[in-house]
T-cell receptor, first 110, second 116 residues
Framework: QKEVEQDPGPLSVPEGAIVSLNCTYSNSAFQYFMWYRQYSRKGPELLMYTYSSGNKEDGRFTAQVDKSSKYISLFIRDSQPSDSATYLCAMSAHTDKLIFGTGTRLQVFP | GAVVSQHPSRVICKSGTSVKIECRSL??????MFWYRQFPKQSLMLMATSNEGSKATYEQGVEKDKFLINHASLTLSTLTVTSAHPEDSSFYIC????????????FGEGSRLTVL
């Protein structure tokens, strides 16, 4: 079993839709949870960073962490074509080592 | 936000040659830098962690003699792929962290290596 599982998609939605992206994990030691956005042939950029359980909102993006279920989510409201990218979840325990999901490819069509 | 610059962005080389990729933190001092490899439609896999002035720590399965990492200053780390082979063709990405362990990681733009 992989430490982090993420549905690779692709996920195709119309502009304005609410998008839900998810990851599950197996290591209960993970405390730091991140979502990165990666455009084609580019490096990842950090979207959301959450420590432990709870919700965090930033504009159209909301990150949720449920440590009891080992499940994290990223919601994108009012999705735009410019949101089309691959979204990677990442997490870590006490160390520097980030474990990434495989990424979910999202396409928002006009 | 902080910027991490990676060079070259694309490189094509012949099998058996060596290729060097540079990773620079442009506006902060990176005490720790990380090198990742990403194959098509796969996740980023950590190859090694380097701290300025000390030897890199390699992940299991990564050959340290093949992937030479040097972190000689607080703003520069290099990855040299020695005696490259076609199976080394991949997208190599560096990231850098300033200061504390929980600080944000900033990623470079990546370097696409193609070995013929």
């Amino acid at each position: 079993q992989k430490e982090v599982e993420q549905d690779p998609g692709p996920l195709s939605v119309p502009e304005g839709a609410i998008v839900s992206l998810n990851c599950t994990y197996s290591n209960s030691a993970f405390q730091y949870f991140m979502w990165y956005r990666q455009y084609s042939r580019k490096g990842p950029e950090l979207l959301m960073y959450t420590y432990s359980s709870g919700n965090k909102e930033d504009g159209r993006f909301t990150a949720q962490v449920d440590k009891s279920s080992k499940y994290i989510s990223l919601f994108i409201r009012d999705s735009q074509p410019s949101d089309s990218a691959t979204y990677l979840c990442a997490m870590s325990a006490h160390t520097d080592k980030l474990i990434f999901g495989t990424g979910t490819r999202l396409q928002v069509f006009p | 936000g902080a910027v991490v610059s990676q060079h070259p962005s694309r490189v094509i080389c012949k099998s058996g040659t060596s290729v060097k990729i540079e990773c620079r933190s442009l506006d902060f001092q990176a005490t720790t830098m990380f090198w990742y490899r990403q194959f098509p439609k796969q996740s980023l896999m950590l190859m090694a962690t380097s701290n300025e002035g000390s030897k890199a720590t390699y992940e299991q399965g990564v050959e340290k003699d093949k992937f030479l990492i040097n972190h000689a200053s607080l703003t520069l780390s290099t990855l040299t792929v020695t005696s490259a082979h076609p199976e080394d063709s991949s997208f190599y990405i560096c990231s850098a962290r300033e200061g504390k362990v929980t600080g944000e990681l900033f990623f470079g733009e990546g370097s696409r290596l193609t070995v013929l």
